[in-house]
């Protein structure tokens, strides 16, 4: 895939290569997944709402109702958005001359199905993690058991003491 995205002008962001470089991180997103989301790294994908853009799929759900991808920029800039389209489907199926649902060449209709998630790899793995640790603890009734970082995130959200 570098050499793809050599080719291309891009780099995969840094946070994301030492993620998945990392034997101990690599999977700990697939693990942590109250909905059975597992890593599946696709080749850049041309972007279908911005020239010289790519997405770069990189997690998906167990039915393929979320998809996340990075979305790489010619300027160097990178973030994480999702969709519920597989792209890396969609292409090859254009290629292969079948019909799907989804028109490509819509531009409106593109800008709708993928939509920003995270304004890097890092912040989207730190909130994904700490999401599905909350929902198995919530889900388990085990609240003392999380991590003080974890137990911060959910106090962050939590609703305001009434006054007395």
């Not at 997405?55 to 393929?64: E, I, K, N, S, T």
């Not at 790489?72 to 799907?100: K, N």
């Amino acid at each position: 895939m570098a050499e793809n995205l050599a080719a291309k002008g891009l780099t995969l962001p840094r946070d994301f290569v030492t993620f998945e470089a990392d034997s101990k991180l690599h999977c700990s997103l697939d693990d942590v997944s109250a909905t059975c989301c597992w890593t599946d790294i696709s080749e850049p994908l041309p972007s279908p709402v911005e020239r010289g853009a790519f997405l770069v799929r990189f997690l998906r759900d167990q039915q393929d109702c979320v998809i996340w991808y990075l979305y790489l920029r010619p300027s160097g800039e990178a973030f994480v958005v999702h969709s519920h389209l597989d792209y890396e489907y969609e292409y090859e199926a254009r290629r292969d001359g079948e019909e799907t649902e989804t028109n490509l060449d819509d531009p409106e209709e593109q800008r709708a199905a993928i939509l920003w998630c995270a304004p890097s790899f890092e912040e989207f793995a730190h909130r994904f993690w700490i999401e599905n640790r909350l929902w198995h603890a919530l889900n388990g009734n085990d609240l003392y058991g999380l991590e003080p970082q974890v137990r911060d995130y959910l106090r962050h959200y939590a609703p305001p003491a009434i006054p007395t």
